[in-house]
């Protein structure tokens, strides 16, 4: 996967950055609530009625939201350039890595670190290290 670097606008990053701090704050203040979508949907199989009713409703604004952008603007292409069992592999590293983590990037890294969670800081920490030492083996040993 690429970045297109030459539609890159910081305006945009900043604007999406500040819509996910509200939201996740809106989400703590009004529901006690951290919005880390691992716990989230993981929420959503354990058939408990009495907040499934946010969990749903929160998910669909993530399934939902890129049909709205493209409603105001121009969706990003999106490249992948590996196959289909490489992404399925990658995804059961990450859901493994999430449950053994106690939690998302999303939950550590947005919520967490917003909290001053010694936890979700040695979590980042560890997500980072990890993400960099991926990229450098895949992009520059292996290649």
Do not use: K, N
């Not at 704050?25 to 199989?45: D, K």
């Amino acid at each position: 996967m690429s970045i297109d670097w030459t539609h890159f606008t910081p305006g945009s990053a900043l604007a999406g950055g500040m819509v996910i701090g509200i939201a996740t704050a809106v989400l703590l203040l009004l529901a006690g609530r951290i919005a880390g979508i691992s716990g989230i949907v993981g929420g959503l199989f354990r058939l408990q009625w009495r907040d499934m009713g946010w969990r749903m409703a929160f998910v669909a604004g993530l399934i939902l939201a890129p049909y709205l952008w493209r409603q105001f603007g121009e969706l990003p292409t999106i490249q992948v350039d590996t196959s289909y069992v490489v992404l399925a592999l990658a995804g059961l590293i990450v859901g493994l890595g999430t449950r053994y983590g106690s939690g998302c990037t999303s939950g550590h890294g947005v919520c967490g670190l917003s909290r001053l969670s010694p936890r979700s800081i040695v979590a980042t920490l560890i997500f980072m290290m990890t993400g960099i030492a991926t990229v450098y083996v895949i992009r520059h040993l292996l290649s």
